[in-house]
């Protein structure tokens, strides 16, 4: 009798939102790049243009370093949330595994009282008994003479 395993899932709607915050993470990093290159191209435009171009890059310098933060935040964030959902995968499959243990000794124990059972049983069954002095002893076999 073999039973169906049924994995434990979270919540649909928990696992939804995960996901959504790490699309949602994503798509910001995705987003940030797309802004990167556009202010690339201001930057490189502006300085091609300007007669000041110490004062363009020194303003790009600054941009830079704080675009190069914001991008560190946001792997921060996606990282973050990756994390999180590995993390709950494996608690699961770590209670699913302990869950499996315990199945096991529960088993065992059974098959160790079914073996305590069997070995106490008797055998019922009764042999007809015949008088001593109609059966000639080497006839009968041992187990009938008591």
């Known amino acids: 009798m073999e039973e169906e395993r049924v994995p434990f899932t979270k919540a649909p ?3 939804y939102r995960e996901e959504e915050g790490f699309h949602r993470a994503l798509l910001e990093l995705k987003d940030l790049r797309s802004q990167l290159h556009h202010a690339a191209d201001y930057c490189e435009t502006a300085f091609s243009k300007a007669e000041h171009k110490k004062m363009i890059l020194e303003g790009t310098k600054s941009y830079i370093c704080d675009a190069m933060v914001a ?3 946001h792997l921060g964030n996606v ?11 494996a608690v699961i499959v770590q209670t699913e595994q302990r869950i499996d243990c315990l199945k096991q000794r529960l088993l065992t124990c059974q098959h160790y009282a079914i073996s305590l059972e ?4 008797q055998l019922s069954i009764k042999f007809p008994r015949q008088h001593q002095h109609y059966v000639s002893p080497g006839t ?4 009938i003479l008591v």
């Open 71 to 73: 991008v560190v935040d």
């Open 79 to 89: 990282s973050s949330k990756l994390e999180q959902s590995l993390f709950a995968d």
């Open 118 to 121: 069997l070995s106490n049983m």
């Open 140 to 143: 009968l076999p041992s187990f």
């Open 13 to 15: 709607s928990t696992r």
